[in-house]
């Protein structure tokens, strides 16, 4: 990657309503890969978050963080450990290749989970 370029880039969306205007932005650009697990148990979920990952080679790692498939929210799925374990492997795999990586907060709609979630995503991306 040239200093301050970037060419390929790849998004991590694990909200709930997958896309957001965010895959009409991005459709057909070859450049940006974009992922959404819809999985029916937390465990798969998470093993195809990992695959999705390890097969990257790209210069930015993006995550469209909605936190409404938390098993206390709409979705009923994830445990707030899951969202550290998704940064942490994002922080890991980025790490690994070079890239940069974000989130971009999208929100959840169980107010009494939401910080909790939010704050193991940040300390899975720094740990």
Do not use: C
């Not at 799925?77 to 374990?85: A, E, I, K, S, W």
């Amino acid at each position: 990657m040239t200093h301050g370029q970037i060419k390929t880039a790849a998004v991590l969306d694990f909200d709930l309503h997958y896309g957001d205007g965010t895959e009409d932005i991005f459709s057909g650009l070859e450049a940006v890969s974009m992922f959404n697990p819809n999985e029916p148990d937390r465990m798969t979920y998470l093993k195809k978050v990992e695959t999705f990952l390890n097969d990257l080679q790209v210069d930015i790692i993006g995550i469209s963080a909605g936190f409404d498939n938390h098993e206390e929210d709409w979705g009923g799925l994830l445990q707030t450990d899951d969202y550290f374990v998704m940064g942490r492997m994002v922080k890991e795999r980025a790490l690994k290749t070079g890239a940069g990586y974000f989130g971009v907060l999208e929100g959840g709609y169980n107010h009494s989970v939401l910080g909790q979630n939010v704050l193991a995503l940040v300390e899975g991306m720094s740990a």
